[in-house]
């Protein structure tokens, strides 16, 4: 391998040099596609350029194509019609799909100017309004140069796989920018589920992945863990990973995932791997605003810019620092500041708990709400002892750190927090969950048919409705909740008669506890007009019968 600056890929072919598989492209490949777009883009006379690609490989000719032809891009969030809407007056064409249909006369091969190429990152707007942030080839050239600098030699020639899109700066840095730059091969489409990711890593001798929280916290049991442990590097940003997943991957990968905290406005700020610590990138300078908040001067900003930042920090004598949450998550009860991230943290230290989100619930009088996923211990305790006996011992553990008004008083509990694609959960949405009602529904995994039977995979919330009082001390699934299951999700797939007139041979073998997965099936004989369903956990039996329906004239 050998490293080419971001503004020389176009200057000289190398041919030979992998750039992606699943299809194979190489550097002379790349750069003959990007000429001729950006041929075909100045023939057009197109000067400012949309750009929507799930395959990274064609993302790297369009980037290149368009800066070629010094044509500024703007990578959106997404297609929804309200982001075409938003910056429809921005752009004079989108990319979205068919790129040769672009292509013309290519364009001799030239060096890029790193001050006049331009790129546009597009927010989500999940936590406000969405907002386009302008980067110069320059701010992006050194930030890759930054990560080779880093890790180039604990990843060698590792091929790059990633389950994060290439349409934000931490996909499009690590999946596209620095590969290319390295000579490193990498996958072309986003693998956003553990198996996939384990699917692919096994075609190849040397890989690393390129990773977020949400996918990391998702790697269970059932992977071939020997396998995947020749990982050369794991990757995750977009969120805190918990200390529990980061623990597990290191028993099982024999290496800490490594952490990387930035933003599309700042580009990286610092990275970490055994430490609770943050290392700030070389030649990032940080310091506080009067609140305590970070700010940030770097290469990846805009040349005497600072960027004020929304988390709190605490800096070490040595210049690494701790987050101690945004700034803005500071809420008043009874004219008491509470800190939400500083509680959030508290929660997280309890052997019951892996994450925990805090809200405002406004009905009478305002007082916080808190979401809670469970650890193993945690579900281990509420199925032994019940709801109200776990959310006391969390109060009671919480209160060590704040005073009575600041103890949540409504409770959620959850698998895992309901993240965003970018692995993030707005505080609006927080305090809706909080809100919102239990559940009284289970959660459909996937379901198939097999002949005239079908087979659904459920899942049975922690935090189910009809778990309160049935019974207190040991939540079991009441069995007419399971007949009712059995029905509303026949109803959904079958075509039944509308009146319910009995039950036959109905048996409960075995309790259903929140957090079970169930098999169910469900088959329908039309001519005795009688649904048969039988719930299974694993291979056993947990309830069966035969529910008897009748037209609505009968």
């Not at 050998?2 to 000289?12: F, G, P, V």
């Not at 977020?212 to 916290?217: G, H, I, M, N, V």
């Not at 009874?334 to 230290?349: D, F, Y």
């Amino acid at each position: 391998m050998t490293w080419m600056n971001l503004e020389h890929l176009l200057l000289e072919t190398r041919p030979g040099r992998a750039v992606t598989y699943a299809p194979a492209m190489d550097h002379a490949h790349l750069c003959e596609h990007a000429l001729r777009l950006a041929g075909g883009l100045r023939q057009r006379g197109i000067k400012h350029l949309a750009v929507y690609l799930e395959d990274a490989g064609q993302l790297a000719i369009a980037l290149l194509g368009a800066w070629r032809a010094g044509v500024s891009v703007l990578l959106p969030a997404d297609l929804q019609v309200q982001t075409r809407q938003r910056w429809a007056g921005m752009v004079d064409h989108w990319l979205t799909e068919d790129i040769e249909a672009l292509y013309g006369e290519p364009l001799l091969a030239a060096a890029l100017d790193l001050d006049r190429c331009q790129l546009s990152l597009c927010t989500s707007g999940s936590s406000g309004e969405p907002k386009r942030i302008d980067k110069q080839l320059r701010q992006l050239a050194n930030e890759v140069q930054a990560l080779q600098h880093l890790w180039s030699a604990e990843l060698g020639g590792a091929c790059l796989i990633g389950s994060v899109a290439t349409q934000h700066i931490y996909g499009l840095l690590f999946r596209v920018l620095w590969p290319l730059c390295a000579g490193r091969p990498f996958l072309r489409r986003q693998l956003p589920f553990p198996e996939d990711l384990q699917r692919a890593s096994r075609e190849h001798a040397e890989f690393a992945w390129v990773t977020s929280p949400a996918l990391l916290k998702r790697m269970g049991e059932n992977l071939d863990w020997p396998a995947l442990s020749a990982v050369k590097k794991v990757f995750s940003s977009g969120g805190a990973l918990p200390a529990e997943a980061a623990r597990s991957l290191e028993h099982r990968l024999g290496q800490r995932p490594t952490e990387i905290l930035g933003s599309s406005e700042t580009g990286g700020i610092a990275w970490r791997q055994t430490d609770a610590l943050w290392q700030p990138f070389a030649d990032v300078k940080l310091s506080q605003d009067g609140h305590g908040a970070l700010r940030i001067a770097s290469p990846y900003l805009p040349a005497g810019h600072v960027e004020q930042g929304a988390d709190a920090v605490e800096f070490a004598e040595d210049g690494r620092f701790q987050l101690l949450g945004r700034v803005d998550r500071i809420v008043k009860l009874e004219e008491k500041r509470i800190s939400l991230p500083m509680l959030e943290q508290a929660l997280a230290e309890h052997a019951w708990v892996n994450e925990a989100r805090l809200g405002v619930v406004q009905e009478n009088r305002a007082s916080l709400g808190a979401l809670v996923v469970l650890s193993a211990q945690g579900l281990q305790a509420l199925r032994g002892h019940g709801r109200r006996a776990l959310t006391q011992s969390l109060r009671q553990h919480l209160a060590q750190h704040c005073e009575a008004l600041a103890l949540p008083r409504r409770w959620r509990l959850l698998g895992q927090l309901p993240l965003n694609t970018q692995g993030k959960l707005p505080q609006a949405q927080v305090d809706a969950l909080l809100l919102a009602q239990r559940s009284k529904t289970p959660q459909v995994l996937d379901q198939r048919q097999n002949g005239d039977e079908h087979l659904l995979h459920l899942h049975v919330p922690h935090d189910l409705a009809h778990f309160s009082g049935h019974f207190p001390k040991a939540p079991v699934l009441p069995g007419v909740v399971q007949v009712q299951w059995a029905l509303q999700l026949a109803r959904q797939t079958l075509e039944l008669p509308p009146r319910f007139a009995g039950m036959e041979v109905l048996k409960f073998q075995q309790l259903v506890r929140p957090g079970d997965t169930l098999q169910l099936s469900l088959r329908f004989d039309a001519e005795r007009s009688k649904l048969y369903f039988a719930f299974r956990s694993g291979e056993a039996p947990c309830s069966s019968g035969r529910i008897v329906l009748e037209a609505a004239d009968a």
